[in-house]
């Protein structure tokens, strides 16, 4: 299976600043989703990231809040823009992976971020 | 749009069955996944169904109902590490490639 790392695992922002999420996969993939899920909610798919094009964002998500690198097979960032309270929330990277028997999407551990 | 419906919270007696449910609605459906999340981790894979019938992996079990928009996630002989939420994500065909909606998750209590 896929090993994914993020980076910060967590973090406390000021309002009105940025930040940005790494996310690092230990083999090539097509295809990195960025989800959020706020507390005590379940997830939400803000955009997908294919190497080579702009991502593809969800309703309700846009670029310039959400925007999203995707420089090669292995590698993406989530950045999160001026942030304000309401943006607390985990932050999760998943790849789909076809070489097991089942079509699997596994998840990074999170970035759980805290805006003040 | 979608909509995925699943139970709250459900409590379960530790070496019990439990069943949680999973109804959907969607267009382009293209497999039904069920995820378990421990409070603080990441979504861990649990199965992923595409045809009819049941899929058994060890103690977990896992239904689908295309025509009903129906799944299942069967939890045997409970243990207390199965204290979690379990969520229920239906995998659709879209434009830019398969994407997966989650619905809201059951958290699951297991006492001794």
């Known amino acids: 299976s896929a090993v994914i790392s993020q980076k910060p695992s967590r973090d406390i922002c000021q309002r009105g600043t940025s930040l940005t999420i790494q996310c690092q996969v230990d083999?090539?993939?097509?295809?990195m989703f960025w989800y959020r899920q706020q507390p005590g909610q379940s997830l939400t798919l803000i955009a997908t990231a294919n190497q080579g094009s702009e991502a593809t964002y969800e309703s309700g998500f846009v670029i310039d809040k959400f925007p999203i690198s995707r420089p090669n097979l292995t590698f993406s960032t989530l950045t999160v823009s001026n942030m304000s309270p309401e943006d607390s929330s985990i932050y999760l990277c998943s790849v789909e992976d076809y070489r097991g028997l089942d079509n699997e999407q596994f998840f990074g551990p999170g970035t759980r971020l805290t805006v003040l | 749009g979608q909509n995925i419906d699943q139970p709250t919270e459900m409590t379960a007696t530790e070496g019990a069955i439990v069943q949680i449910n999973c109804t959907y609605q969607t267009s382009g459906f293209n497999g039904l996944f069920w995820y378990q999340q421990h409070a603080g981790e990441a979504p861990t894979f649990l199965s992923y169904n595409v045809l009819d019938g049941l899929e058994e992996k060890g103690r977990f079990s896992s239904f689908l109902s295309r025509s009903k928009g129906y799944s299942y996630l069967l939890l045997k002989e409970l243990q207390m590490k199965d204290s979690a939420s379990y969520l229920c994500?239906?995998?659709?065909?879209?434009?830019?490639?398969?994407?997966?909606?989650f619905g809201g998750g059951t958290r699951v209590l297991v006492k001794p």
């Open positions: 994500a239906v995998n659709r065909v879209a434009a830019a490639g398969n994407k997966l909606t």
């Open positions: 083999s090539q993939v097509t295809m």
